[in-house]
Structure formats: structure tokens, C-alpha cells
């Protein structure tokens, strides 16, 4: 050992060529110099029997290198599919360095049929995990790939298990055809003996894709790139498989929490914002309960390092959360291993009561990540001993160098990390027992060049988590269940963050004598649905299906509500299927401000389940939001007493204390349900309120365009209804409506359809420029065949045009600039003047994918625009809904012409 750097020389051997380098591997943390013993020898580990006793299962991969760069192939953890053959599952007999080891997983995949072009098995393992008795490892494994097959014909990830006392391995899928239904991985062990997995099954999510009268497939996350991964359990014997979760991107690395609950890794990817990522949650085993549990604005809290996720949460002896902090992408398979305080915490500098603090610590700070190199080298994976001494197994690699002149690898100083005379040299990750209260770590599978050492577990007894029985509904809930709906319970749309955002105070805009509805802000709430979008063996469309963006994908409407007087909803929602909400104006518009943010991350309640919220949330404020135990109180305590209405309401609709008006409502009445049509009715007013305020509908059935409903769902709305608004069938059609008016000084009859004024040509075909800059007529556009050109043209800058001489041209104006060489001065035309730089004009666009409210189009409709009356109140709602949910061209993929 170097007395100077404190650096200890290790032999690493490289297996291909049967040669040996020397590198230098940094044994001591910090700053503190190498303690004796840090490399023992067995001798020395004989008084520990938690090292000693134990065996430890790990995995063994080949470094895998692009053929045409030489560079690491780097991993994407955004894609749990991803295969790097040649890994190896093996077991030694206790966690010391000398321990036997022997291959466990191999002897699946025997026969020549498993082995490559050059004699070779290569397979793939991953993600183990330890039975509670330490009996048995259960752990998801891929078989080689098959020559020349298509992906989808390719194996697919299943979970497996290896009992150590009986030696046996054994898929937990016993069926082929089962097996090779859905790529399992992630699998762990909860209290009472099933399993939970993530997967691509989506078996519930399949089962509503048929009721929707769509095919059987599995969605794409929302970027696209593979199935979903979302959580799943199972009998120990592969049968009874059930999804529990349904998000849209993957929900990945369950672990069951000693209280019995699943805390995993759930990717928030919905619409495309700035704070998606990779976040914790947690569910109970039966699906209910699901709620964010901590990390949504905390990417950013590892320094230097760009958009870190919270991946494979385990336990640690402390009771925090222990986490693997990466960017989902990496070349050197780097993590910051950090414990977490999620009882605590809800954010890195925020606890669940809004102060802040500290809530996350690296187990060893400074360590390299994300190709940030230091001297303390850097971590790929983490495992704890959960024995009381703060030990844990990790993945481990020294830093190091590759000296550009002579092509060897030396090890990290200062001074190198600093010279342009070295480069990165690719990781040698071995497996080390690290030590937090000693600062030491000692090897337990010294490093080989070209391989990595990764995911090892000590097959350790260990407590049984608490048992969360199945969630049982009686009454209003139970009937729902049945039916297949949850129940959404909102105290108030106008508690923003704890704050009563009401201009008099909630209790006031409750009283109907005090707030009549048309006062009232906040009229109704819509249910909105992701589309599961097919993979293109199922479905092969162009990317212009989805119109002006896709940052919404497709979406369907589940049906609208009223919001009561105070602001609060109480709506049974089709059960198992994601959904967000919008809160809207009188008019059926999602509301700007606050009030109109998207909903950005996906709801879900399971059949019977009712989802409790206090209000919304202002993406900008720090406040805590999602989770049960975290934020403010809810500023609405509803009733202020028992047996008596609210204030000058309807006296049969009485109150117990506390409840807000939905509440009474849905126990005197009924839970509402969603409807397809927007509808008001007075229900509320007592007799103290006179006039009664009128009740109005925006009704389907009275659009004389098709409706986007089906003619079953137009007569009974269901959990499997849905609203599926498509431009060329629900929204274009209205534009050539027959529309007639009597012009009031004339009193001649005027033709007001859309097309007669919103067209390129006159009623003798002659050219002119359409009213408005805005032609509405049929046909393709010319800048995307695949979109008529009205869409394009209420979507999309245009330019403004003119008819000069009868021919229909873009206007062009002087910039100001004109035509100059490449040494800046003025080109001169053949009279010797400058020549001026001629440009068009742009219109902006009338419509905008942010929604109705965001779109001029509706002003010239209003009271007093030019164009009142000319739409219907429904049409007018039709236009809003679209755009409120995206604009999207389409909004089912099978409407979409195939590719």
C-alpha cells in the first residue's frame, strides 16, 4: 500500500487474454486512510457468521462494446426489455472472497438448440430477490436469442426461482404459452407467499381494451418505445395473475415495506412535462390505496448530474428508504446510493408538513455518476445485510484511466482526471461488502477486466412484512363494485394547496342565495382517459394521427359530473382504467388560471375503492401534493353541524358534520355517476332562493353532425363507455352544416354555413381569399396529405393571402433588410437600387391544442361577436371538449388510416 495516496495494488485478470494488469484500487472512504484488515482474509471473517453462514447469489455479465465505436454499450433503464446476453446467475457459498462459487441458472437452457453461432450460451438475468426464510431466490431471466427471429417471436423475460436447499431451479409460469404472454421481470416475495412482478401482461388493461371494442394488446408507454411495465401479482405457482396498477409508463422494482405495503419505482410521463421522471409510490398488494409517495420535484438533487430517477427501492437498517439514484441512460452503469426518508419527506428539501429539511443522504458521498469520474470510484448496485451493523453488498468500481500515448489503464489522480493525456477507461465492477460505520469495504468477488459483478444478495432469514388482507365494499361502495366503478371524492375544487381561493370564503359560493350558479366559477368536472397506444405489429399508423402534438397521445372522456355549490364532487369512476380531470366553466370549457392547469399524473381506483383528495394543486407551489399524510389541511371542513342542510338549501338534503355537499348528496340521493351530455339542474335551492335558477343540457343528440358516442352508450352510459372525438368524423363535418339566417334590414334569408364565407372559392367558383384568412373546406392539406387542410388551417400558422389579378397569393411585405454579399454589402439590381427582402405574413392559428380557452376562435361565438349564434351551445361544447383534451386528429389509433 502506497503510504502517499493510500492505495492498495489488486490483480485484475482479464479472462480473454489470459493476461494480467495491474490497477490500483482506492480501498478507504473519504478522506480517511486505509484501515487494517480492509482486505481480510477469510481468517479474519470467521467471528462474523452473517458473512461466514450465508451464501450470496449474484450476477456475472460480459462488458458488452459497439462493434463499429469500441465504446461501452451503454443501458436504458427506460426500457425493461432490453437483453445483454452472456450474464451468468451464480452462488457462493458465504459473502468472503475465497468462498466457492457455482452456477445456478445455466442448466435451464440446456441443449445445442440455446447455444450461438460460435458455441456460445448467452442468455440474460436480472433482478434478484431473497424468500423470507432465505430459502429461496426468485429472479427474472431471458433464454438466448433465437437466429433470425422477428422480436416478437424472440424470448420473452419470466420469472424463475432456485431453492438452495433442495437445489432445484424452476420457472414460476409452468405453462410455454402462458410464459410467453407478457415480459415479466421485477418479481418479489409479499408476506403471504404470492408474488409481485411488473410486467407487459396488462391483463385487466386488455380485458377493457375488448369492452372498448378495440383488439387485445399491450400499450406502449408514453414515449413510445415498449410495452408498459406495470405491476402484477401471483400465486407461487404462476397462477391467478392479477394487474394491480395501471399506469401508462412503466411502474418497475416493487418492494414490499414492512407495514405490508408496495413502495416502487413509478415513471409520471403523462403529457410530457418538465418534473416526469422516475418517482416513488406505493400501493397495497390488492391494487387500493395507490398514492405518490416521494421524489416528483427532486431530479435535480444530485449535483452535476442530469435528471436523476428514484430506481430499486430496498430497505435499510436505518428504516429510511435505500434508492439508486441514475439517469435512465448510462455508459458506465453508475448509481448514487442514497437512503431516503420517506416517512418524513415528501421532496429531498421538503418534509410532509411543507418545511424544509433534508430528506435523502448518499451512502458515500462524492462517488462518480452519469460520466462524472472521482477518485472514489463508482456504484452499480446496492444490497443490505438488514442485520443491525449498517453493511450492505455492492457493485463497485475503482476509477480509472487509459493513458492515450500507451494505451494503458491506470488509476485516477487529481492531476490525470485534470489532463487531456487520459481518457475514461470502461468499469471493472466487483462485488464488495461495504462497511458505512467503519468507512472500509472489502472484496467478496475481486474485479475482471471486461466483466461485471452486479446485483448480489445474501440469501439471509429475514421478518415477515405485515399482511394487508383484500379491501372489502359494503353498500353504496359494494354496489359500485359490482358494477365496475370507484368512487372520486374531491372536499373542494376551490382548496388550492390549503387555501380557500373563494372570493368570500367557500361557505359563501355553498349558499345559493348568497352565490347564484352562474357566479360560481367551477361548474363541472370531466373524466379523461389515456388511449393505449398499439406497438406497429398491432396497429401501424403515421405520427400524424395525433395532430398539431403529441404531448397529450389520444384521449377518450369518460363522462362529466356537476361540482356542487362548494366546490366539491363525489362521482363513482370506471374502476382499473388511468384517468385525470378537468374542471370547467358554465360554457364547458376547461378554466384557465389555477383552476385550468392539466392534470398531469394519473388517478386509478380499483372496483369499490373511493379516492379521497382536498382539493387541487398549483404546479408552481412547493406545497406538498398526492400523498395522503403530506400537506396542508383541507381549508374546507364542510358542515359545521349534524341534521341541519347547508344554508339556505333544499331541507331534505340535511348534513352531519363536517360532510361536504357531495357527501350529502350521494347519502341522501345517490353516488353520482358520469354522463356523456354536460347537465345542470337546480338541486340545491331552498325556498329562500327565488327565481329558481334555470337547468340547461349540451346534449349529443342535439348535434346534427355524428355524435362520438356509440348508439348503445347514447342510451345507457357504463363504466366501458367512452367519448372518442375524431377531426374528420366529429369536428369537420361541422363546418358544411346547412346554416341559415335572416339578415335583420333585408330580412332576406343568408346562408351562414361555415363554407359558404371559409372558402378559396366564390359561389361561381372564381378565387377568392377565404373570410378570415380561414378556409374550411374539404381536401388534403398541402403541407400533410394525411390532415384535411381546414385542420391545418385552424391548427397551424398560415400565411395571409391575397387575389391580385384574380390569382390567390401569399402577401408579401418588406422586411426592412435587404439582399447583401457574403462581405455585407447591398446587392444593386439593374436600375442600381438595393434589392428589399420580401416576406409573408403570418396569421396565427384560431385553435390551439392547449385547449378552448386558449383558442380565439370561440370569441367571434360569444355575446355580441359576430358570429353569435351560429354555432350551437352543443357544437360549441363538441369544439371545446377536443380541444381541451389535445386537438388530436384522431383519438383511437384503429380510426387512424394504417401506414
Avoid at 154 to 181: C, F, G, H, K, M
Avoid at 529 to 544: C, G, L, T
Avoid at 781 to 802: G, K
Amino acid at each position: 500500500m502506497s503510504s502517499e495516496t493510500g492505495f492498495v495494488t489488486l490483480e485484475i485478470r482479464s479472462p480473454n487474454l489470459n493476461i494480467c494488469r495491474s490497477a490500483r484500487l482506492a480501498i478507504a472512504l473519504g478522506s480517511l486512510a486505509v484501515l487494517s484488515g480492509c482486505l481480510s482474509s477469510s481468517d479474519s471473517q470467521q467471528a462474523d457468521p452473517v458473512v461466514v453462514e450465508n451464501p450470496v447469489a449474484y450476477v456475472e455479465r460480459a462488458l458488452l462494446f459497439d462493434e463499429n465505436t469500441g465504446a461501452l454499450v451503454e443501458d436504458n433503464l427506460a426500457d425493461p426489455t432490453a437483453f445483454r446476453p452472456g450474464a451468468r446467475l451464480l452462488l457462493k457459498a458465504s459473502a468472503t472472497a475465497d468462498a466457492e462459487t457455482r452456477d445456478i441458472a445455466s442448466r435451464a437452457f440446456a441443449g445445442p438448440e440455446f447455444l450461438d453461432d460460435n458455441g456460445q450460451l448467452r442468455y440474460d438475468v436480472k433482478d434478484l430477490h431473497v424468500s423470507h426464510d432465505g430459502v429461496r431466490l426468485l429472479f427474472a431471466m431471458r433464454a438466448p436469442e433465437i437466429e433470425d427471429a422477428d422480436d416478437e417471436d424472440q424470448p420473452t423475460w419470466n420469472i424463475w426461482e432456485y431453492d438452495v436447499s433442495t437445489d432445484a431451479l424452476r420457472r414460476i409460469i409452468d405453462s410455454d404459452v402462458t410464459a410467453r404472454a407478457g415480459q415479466d421481470v421485477a418479481p418479489a416475495y409479499l408476506p403471504d407467499g404470492r408474488i409481485v412482478f411488473s410486467s407487459t401482461r396488462q391483463r385487466i388493461s386488455k380485458a377493457i381494451l375488448l369492452d372498448e371494442g378495440k383488439p387485445q394488446y399491450s400499450g406502449l408507454d408514453e414515449e413510445g418505445d415498449s410495452p408498459a411495465f406495470v405491476l402484477h401479482v401471483m400465486d407461487d405457482d404462476g397462477q391467478n395473475i392479477e394487474q394491480i396498477t395501471f399506469n401508462q409508463s412503466h411502474d418497475l422494482d416493487p418492494l414490499v415495506a414492512d407495514d405490508g405495503t408496495i413502495v416502487f419505482s413509478r415513471w409520471d410521463n403523462a403529457g410530457q412535462t418538465r418534473n416526469n421522471g422516475v418517482n416513488l409510490y406505493r400501493v397495497n398488494p390488492d391494487g387500493t390505496g395507490l398514492s405518490y409517495l416521494y421524489g416528483r420535484h427532486s431530479h435535480d438533487s444530485v449535483p452535476e448530474a442530469n435528471g436523476i430517477q428514484y430506481l430499486q427501492p430496498r430497505k435499510s437498517d436505518s428504516g429510511n428508504l435505500l434508492v439508486q439514484l441514475r439517469p435512465f441512460e448510462s455508459d458506465d452503469y453508475a448509481s448514487v446510493l442514497a437512503e431516503v426518508d420517506v416517512e418524513q419527506f415528501v421532496e429531498a428539501n421538503l418534509r410532509i408538513d411543507g418545511t424544509e429539511g433534508t430528506g435523502q443522504q448518499p451512502l458515500v458521498p462524492g462517488v462518480g455518476l452519469d460520466g462524472q469520474l472521482s477518485l472514489k470510484g463508482s456504484y452499480a448496485s446496492v444490497s443490505p445485510l438488514l442485520d443491525g451493523t449498517n453493511r450492505y453488498l455492492v457493485s463497485w468500481t475503482p476509477c480509472r484511466l487509459r493513458e492515450v500515448a500507451t494505451d494503458r489503464i491506470v488509476n485516477c489522480t487529481e492531476d490525470r482526471l485534470q489532463s487531456e493525456e487520459y481518457q475514461p477507461a470502461e468499469p471493472v465492477y466487483g462485488l464488495w461488502l461495504l462497511d458505512i460505520n467503519s468507512e472500509t469495504q472489502r472484496p467478496v468477488v475481486p474485479p475482471v477486466e471486461g466483466v461485471q459483478f452486479d446485483e448480489a444478495v445474501l440469501m439471509k432469514e429475514r421478518p415477515l412484512e405485515g399482511f394487508i388482507p383484500e379491501s372489502q365494499f359494503a353498500g353504496p361502495e359494494g354496489t359500485l363494485k359490482d358494477a365496475g366503478y370507484g368512487v372520486l371524492h374531491i372536499r373542494s375544487v376551490y382548496d388550492i394547496d390549503g387555501v380557500d381561493t373563494t372570493p368570500a370564503g367557500i361557505d359563501v359560493m355553498a349558499d345559493p342565495l348568497q352565490t347564484p350558479p352562474e357566479d360560481r366559477p367551477a361548474r363541472f368536472l370531466r373524466l379523461e382517459k389515456p388511449v393505449a397506444i398499439p406497438d406497429e405489429n398491432i396497429r401501424d399508423f403515421d405520427n400524424s394521427a395525433f395532430g398539431r402534438s403529441r404531448a397529450q397521445l389520444m384521449r377518450e372522456i369518460l363522462g362529466y359530473v356537476p361540482i356542487e355549490p362548494d366546490g366539491s364532487v363525489k362521482v363513482a369512476v370506471p374502476a382499473n382504467v388511468a384517468f385525470a380531470i378537468s374542471i370547467l366553466d358554465e360554457q364547458g370549457q376547461r378554466m384557465d388560471g389555477v383552476l385550468g392547469n392539466r392534470h398531469q399524473n394519473w388517478l386509478t381506483v380499483r372496483p369499490g375503492e373511493t379516492l379521497e383528495c382536498s382539493g387541487c394543486h398549483d404546479p408552481g407551489n412547493p406545497e406538498p401534493h398526492g400523498r395522503p399524510d403530506a400537506g396542508p389541511e383541507s381549508a374546507w371542513s364542510g358542515a359545521v353541524t349534524t341534521g341541519r342542510p347547508f344554508p339556505n338549501t333544499d331541507p331534505s338534503l340535511y348534513a352531519d358534520m363536517g360532510e361536504t355537499m357531495a357527501e350529502v348528496f350521494a347519502r341522501v340521493n345517490e353516488i353520482r355517476r358520469p354522463t356523456p351530455d354536460v347537465i345542470y339542474a337546480d338541486e340545491w335551492s331552498g325556498a329562500e332562493v327565488d327565481p329558481k335558477p334555470e337547468s340547461f343540457t349540451y346534449a349529443y343528440a342535439d348535434l346534427e353532425t355524428p355524435r362520438p358516442i356509440s348508439e348503445v352508450c347514447a342510451t345507457q352510459w357504463a363504466p366501458n363507455c367512452r367519448i372518442v372525438i375524431n377531426y374528420e368524423q366529429h369536428i369537420h363535418p361541422l363546418w358544411s352544416v346547412n346554416r341559415e339566417e335572416l339578415d335583420p334590414v333585408s330580412m332576406d334569408v343568408i346562408d351562414a354555413t361555415c363554407t359558404s364565407c371559409h372558402t378559396d372559392t366564390d359561389a361561381v367558383d372564381a378565387q377568392q381569399v377565404p373570410a378570415g384568412q380561414l378556409d374550411l373546406t374539404d381536401g388534403p392539406s398541402p403541407d400533410e396529405p394525411l390532415h384535411f387542410n381546414a385542420y391545418r388551417e385552424l391548427l397551424f400558422p398560415d400565411n395571409e393571402q391575397e387575389l391580385p389579378n384574380g390569382a390567390l397569393i401569399d402577401v408579401l411585405v418588406d422586411s426592412g433588410e435587404v439582399l447583401e454579399d457574403e462581405e455585407g454589402n447591398p446587392i444593386l439590381d439593374a436600375n442600381g437600387d438595393v434589392q428589399p427582402i420580401m416576406v409573408t405574413v403570418t396569421v396565427q392559428p384560431s385553435m390551439s391544442v392547449n385547449g378552448a380557452r386558449f383558442s380565439s376562435f370561440f370569441d367571434v361565438f360569444a355575446e355580441g361577436g359576430t358570429h353569435e349564434d351560429r354555432l350551437t351551445p352543443a357544437e360549441l361544447r363538441l369544439i371545446a371538449e377536443w380541444l381541451d383534451v389535445g386537438g388530436q386528429y384522431f383519438n383511437n389509433p384503429f380510426d387512424a388510416p394504417e401506414d
